[in-house]
């Protein structure tokens, strides 16, 4: 470790200048598990579609192997994941892997000790089905005629998660067809079948029987029936037009560069869709979704060459605003300037498919996470990038050109998210009130999460953006969020973090946000926040939490930067001087830990994509594990931004500095 650095500070600002673009934005890496990797080798491998740089994406899935053979979704999780693992052998398989090299030879042994067959989800299922590995009888139906289902009707598709839904429509076209590419002997899985196929998916089916689904048994005979139909239906004019409908739905939901929804199942699933479907590869939207690969959605490592599971343009540079402005620079910085015209012109103009729920009666406004994601705009994203604005705007000269532009975007955006607020008084990350438990019942939905449902962290953000935008605590929709928030507490004291590891995550926006607020260390609800907090501070004055904590919430670990920020950030926002000893000794933890270039090294992952719970909102462990996982989070997504380790530890120094 360094000394402590008194310019650290400095330092970190310098840094974050120089890693911003030309066009005014920061993009920083977004690292998954590489199921990302291995579905592209697969649906290439389906597809017949020749990338050149398959090799490089290789290396990269073998680099990532563990030393025990498996692969796993997060960095650091105590055991391996089965999906991951399947797919990226699998994946190697296809690509000219010998099943006896050493490290074939190793995760083949992982997968048959942990008896593979009887734990995967159903998209690992959808995969091996493609290629004649898994019957498609046994994975769930999903017919095209959804497309079709009313608005009020249980199982619409806008009743799923903005991310599900654009998964499940491509998924209908691919599993009503069922399809099969036949491949040559010596690229077929015999070895992970050691009792043969068929026993092996006998004895799935069995070990699904016993898990704890509530109408378990009337969705098992829904299913049956689907399939059923499935199988009578392709000559149908309905189950035709049906197709055709969900492929309309698909080409018009196309993104300009090439993705669905700015995330990669649907762009996977996309693709094999429109090739089943019989177009050409310079057909107009296969030839952008297959160029995506030469944008902006792979990016090259020391390791090789990996898939980007999103990209995150626009929350990385709302991110680098505040922390530049926390920090001190305002208008009269250009790269500050130039970062608040490439927000500006991010704002989204299109009614998405939030408006199926809200109405088309409000004006479209706020931003999504991606560069180019028109249809699904980012209620978190949009709270954040108001406060960033609101801080430029009030550095500018009265006089000042952009205030006006920017008074009237912030105005449309506070305006979308009031519009956005759910029942319950909390905000979703994309839709409001999708709370349809009902849904989560299908066979379909074992893969993680499928529903929107109000988190606290959003809504604190919400809260912020609204206070900032002139709104205070005594206001309808302010109130209601704060109602929300505080019936979210945990008995300890904490917030659990849906977005971010975890309870740290939580924590933090909950208490930035009470704190703007006016609620302080006299109420006895804020004192145990942070007495939690003080709880979680580890000797070396930081602060670490991993996504094992989905799974087991009393797991405290090493620190990382991100979250010790987070937490300082959160104490520090209370403005007492009982904490400023674990503040001072958080703070020298960054100030020790600083790299000489003057970032921080952080290679835990401490984003939330999903904690694999499958309704979207915190379970109850007590009552049993909502879908079958362990700490090793097999049906959750894990994320590492690349830079929340260095954004959050400059807000945090800002506030040593102010």
């Not at 929804?261 to 869709?273: D, K, N, R, T």
Request: hydrophobic letters at 40%; charged letters at 25%.
């Amino acid at each position: 470790m360094n000394d402590i650095n008194p310019n650290a500070l400095d330092k970190a600002v310098k840094y974050l200048l120089e890693k911003q673009y030309p066009e005014g934005y920061w993009n920083a890496h977004l690292e998954t598990n590489c199921c990302m990797e291995a579905q592209w080798l697969l649906a290439s491998v389906f597809c017949s579609i020749d990338y050149d740089k398959n090799p490089e994406i290789v290396s990269y899935i073998l680099s990532c192997q563990r030393s025990d053979g498996s692969w796993e979704v997060y960095h650091g999780a105590e055991n391996g994941d089965v999906n991951t693992t399947l797919e990226c052998y699998f994946a190697l398989r296809l690509t000219g892997h010998s099943p006896e090299a050493p490290y074939m030879k190793n995760a083949r042994q992982w997968l048959l000790n942990n008896h593979w067959h009887k734990h995967i989800r159903v998209f690992t299922k959808y995969w091996l089905a493609l290629f004649g590995e898994w019957q498609w009888e046994y994975t769930p139906a999903l017919p095209p005629e959804i497309i079709y289902f009313p608005k009020w009707f249980p199982f619409n598709i806008y009743r799923f998660a903005a991310w599900a839904r654009a998964t499940i429509v491509p998924l209908c076209v691919v599993t009503s067809q069922r399809p099969v590419k036949r491949m040559p002997d010596s690229l077929r899985l015999d070895e992970l079948f050691p009792e043969g196929r068929s026993t092996a998916i006998m004895e799935a089916q069995n070990s699904e029987k016993s898990a704890i689904f509530s109408f378990k048994t009337f969705f098992g005979a829904v299913d049956k029936a689907l399939h059923f139909y499935n199988g009578k239906s392709r000559n149908y004019t309905i189950h035709k037009m049906a197709r055709k409908k969900a492929m309309q739905w698909i080409l018009e939901h196309q993104d300009d560069d090439g993705f669905w929804g700015g995330i990669q199942p649907p762009w996977i699933y996309g693709i094999i869709a429109m090739k089943l479907e019989g177009f050409d590869f310079d057909q107009e939207n296969m030839a952008k979704a297959i160029n995506a690969l030469n944008l902006h959605w792979t990016e090259s490592t020391p390791n090789g060459r990996r898939i980007k599971a999103s990209e995150s343009p626009v929350w990385d540079t709302i991110l680098a605003l505040n922390a530049l402005m926390d920090a001190g620079k305002d208008a009269s910085t250009p790269e500050v300037s130039k970062a608040v015209d490439y927000l500006l012109s991010k704002e989204n103009k299109y009614y998405g498919d939030w408006a199926q729920t809200v109405g088309y009666n409000i004006e479209p406004s706020g931003w999504a996470f991606q560069r180019e994601n028109k249809f699904y705009p980012d209620i978190d994203d949009t709270a954040v990038a108001i406060t960033a604005l609101k801080k430029f705007r009030n550095s500018l000269p009265a006089n000042d050109a952009k205030i006006g532009r920017i008074d009237a975007s912030i105005e449309r955006a506070a305006k979308w998210l009031l519009a956005m607020q759910s029942k319950n008084g909390g905000w979703g990350a994309f839709d409001k009130d999708n709370t349809s438990s009902f849904v989560t019942k299908i066979p379909f939905c074992d893969f993680g999460e499928v529903l929107d449902p109000p988190s606290v962290d959003v809504s604190a953000h919400v809260i912020e953006a609204l206070l900032v935008s002139g709104m205070t605590k005594d206001d309808e929709p302010v109130k209601r969020a704060l109602d929300f928030i505080f019936s979210e507490q945990e008995d300890d004291g904490s917030w659990f973090g849906r977005w971010g590891i975890n309870y740290i995550y939580g924590t933090w926006c909950a208490l930035t946000a009470l704190s703007a607020c006016g609620f302080g260390m006299e109420d006895l609800r804020i004192r145990k926040a942070a007495d939690f907090l003080l709880s979680k501070q580890n000797p070396d004055g930081g602060w670490g939490e991993n996504a094992a904590t989905y799974m087991q919430p009393s797991t405290q670990c090493a620190s990382t930067a991100s979250q010790t920020a987070w937490a300082v950030i959160a104490l520090s926002s209370l403005k007492d001087s009982s904490l400023d000893k674990s503040i001072q000794n958080g703070l020298d933890f960054l100030k020790r830990t600083q790299t000489a270039d003057g970032t921080w090294n952080e290679e835990e992952f401490t984003g939330t994509g999903f904690p694999g719970y499958g309704f979207g909102a915190k379970a109850d462990l007590r009552e049993g594990t909502p879908l079958p996982q362990g700490k090793e989070l097999s049906r959750g997504f894990m994320l590492k931004y690349g830079f929340y380790c260095h954004y959050f530890p400059i807000a945090a120094l800002a506030r040593e500095k102010r």
